[in-house]
């Protein structure tokens, strides 16, 4: 892939403003020209948003959301939409992460909904998709990513999208694919996406930290990561941003 390697940070249900400011002092300023070949992107509780737009911005880190509804507005108690987000500052939005698909039930018909209603205002959507230990162990997992990227067409070739592959037994378990687990499921994945219509970026995600990211991150067919509990404290995911450069 040309793109540059994307590193995007996933706080899920975690941060108050006071540790969210204490995070962003801890960056290193990065460079927006695309010099060191890296973009850094943050995707933060939406009570943050707001407050994190323009110091973000001064740090040269993208701003991103973790969810979003199919609507543009109306009576849907507890919901954000597409517009809220970009409001926000928001460039990228997550959609089908395991957590949402597996504990919240979210099936591929909605997803592809909301993949619509981002692209309908302009954001960038990171599609993550993954399979559970059971579905590895029995060797379904091309099987699992497969029919997860299949609410894509060769329609969608022209559209923005970052791919997350995310093994649902590695997230937040400690436990990491192999770096020959990763190469083959990621080739695995960009061919699915060739297929598809167009290849993509394809983020690693996955207890990714700073003394896995390294590795990770410089094997075939890796153009970034999707980092969570590394990404919650500065140090610790800028040792991952320096990893990918």
């Known amino acids: 892939m040309t793109a540059r390697c994307l590193i995007a940070g996933n706080w899920k249900m975690n941060g108050t403003l006071a540790e969210a400011l204490s995070f962003a002092d801890g960056l290193t300023a990065l460079s927006n ?15 943050l948003l707001h407050s994190l737009r323009s110091v973000l911005a001064d740090k040269g880190v993208q701003l991103g959301a973790q969810n979003v509804y199919t609507e543009c507005n109306g009576a849907y108690t507890g919901s954000i939409s597409t517009a809220m987000l970009k409001d926000a500052g928001c460039k990228y939005v997550i ?10 039930g979210e099936g591929n018909a909605l997803i592809r ?24 162990e ?33 997230i937040g378990t400690g436990k990491t694919a192999t770096p020959e687990q990763v190469v083959e499921t990621h080739a695995f994945v960009h061919e699915v996406l ?43 995911f800028m040792q991952i941003i320096e990893a990918a450069k």
């Open 138 to 170: 029995s060797n379904h997992t091309n099987d699992v990513l497969k029919a997860q990227l299949s609410i894509l067409t060769a329609a969608d070739a022209d559209k923005p999208l970052v791919v997350a592959y995310e093994p649902v037994w590695a």
């Open 194 to 236: 060739v297929d598809l219509g167009a290849d993509r970026q394809v983020l690693y995600g996955g207890s990714v930290n700073g003394s896995n990211a390294q590795q990770l991150l410089h094997s075939a067919g890796v153009d970034g990561a999707l980092v969570g509990g590394a990404s919650l404290q500065a140090a610790s």
């Open 33 to 47: 020209d695309g010099s060191s070949g890296v973009e850094v992107a943050l995707m933060p509780p939406y009570t």
């Open 95 to 104: 959609l089908g992460h395991s957590e949402r698909r597996n504990t919240i």
């Open 113 to 136: 909904r909301k993949l619509d209603a981002v692209w309908a205002e302009g954001l960038v959507p990171i599609l993550c998709i993954g399979e559970l230990l059971e579905e590895r």
